[in-house]
């Protein structure tokens, strides 16, 4: 009786044991095939430190591109932009504005920290002034002006423009109050195009040099519409 009862827990779990593999295989080779969105890049998951904190950031997806004057007047019917150009990035457009087109594409506003961690650079590259002239477009080299995007390098995760043209804006609140923007601008010193660099505005405001990009979460499901 015991010797059936040691072979049926032992039938039991190879049984447990071999589900447990397929399901694992299932979730291996799914997530090999989960389809990138067009137009966006995955970020992995990583930390990104502040104020001697290491903050976690799970994976998620970016638009690989700032949000261009075409994208944005495609949806919204508006092109408030002080320097036209279709492919140029859209700019005076305050926070709410932001938000409102990324939710419209079933995507939202990256955090902060999110947009620092797509910002990074791997392999302890050094921030240079030369690394940001292959970047970027700031008051060294961009005429005091915006300019279409992608024209610079890329960065290691696929993202064009992570430095430099327009501020972006995120979804975080800044301690002393408005809303976290990051990136720098056409405007600013090669040091204001560090991935650390933060200033905030109030979100009502808008800037002919402040613009935005989208980002979803990995799990959410999106509408389905191409970013540029």
């Known amino acids: 009786m015991q010797k059936e009862k040691l072979v049926m827990k032992v039938g039991f779990f190879r049984c447990?044991?071999?589900?447990?593999?397929?399901?694992?295989?299932?979730?291996?080779?799914?997530a090999?095939?989960?389809?990138?969105?067009?137009g966006m890049a995955i970020i992995p998951e990583g930390n990104v430190e502040w104020s001697g904190k290491n903050i976690n950031v799970s994976p998620f997806y970016m638009d690989r591109y700032e949000t261009t004057q075409q994208t944005y007047e495609k949806i919204t019917g508006k092109n408030p932009s002080f320097f036209?150009?279709?492919?140029?990035?859209?700019?005076?457009?305050?926070?709410?504005e932001a938000e409102k087109y990324c939710?419209?594409?079933?995507?939202?506003?990256?955090?902060?920290?999110?947009?620092?961690?797509?910002?990074?650079?791997?392999?302890?590259?050094?921030?240079?002034?030369?690394?940001?002239?292959d970047l970027g477009w700031f008051k060294g080299n961009s005429e005091m002006k915006t300019h279409p995007v992608g024209?610079?390098?890329?960065?290691?995760?696929g993202?064009?423009?992570?430095?430099?043209?327009?501020?972006?804006?995120?979804?975080?609140?800044?301690?002393?109050?408005?809303?976290v923007m990051r990136g720098g601008s056409w405007r600013n010193s090669d040091n204001s195009m560090r991935p650390s660099k933060r200033i905030m505005s109030l979100p009502l405001y808008r800037y002919h040099y402040v613009g935005f990009r989208c980002a979803?979460?990995?799990?959410?499901?999106?509408?389905?519409?191409?970013?540029?």
């Open 84 to 96: 036209k150009g279709s492919t140029q990035p859209v700019e005076k457009v305050n926070w709410f």
């Open 216 to 228: 979803v979460s990995m799990t959410h499901k999106l509408k389905g519409l191409d970013e540029n």
């Open 159 to 179: 993202l064009y423009d992570m430095a430099g043209n327009v501020w972006e804006w995120t979804s975080s609140d800044h301690e002393n109050g408005g809303k």
């Open 16 to 30: 447990c044991y071999g589900a447990m593999l397929i399901l694992l295989w299932i979730a291996v080779v799914g």
């Open 103 to 133: 939710q419209s594409t079933g995507k939202r506003l990256p955090t902060e920290w999110e947009w620092e961690m797509a910002a990074q650079l791997r392999d302890k590259v050094i921030f240079s002034k030369d690394l940001v002239v």
């Open 151 to 157: 024209q610079k390098k890329q960065n290691p995760f």
């Open 32 to 38: 090999e095939e989960l389809p990138i969105p067009e």
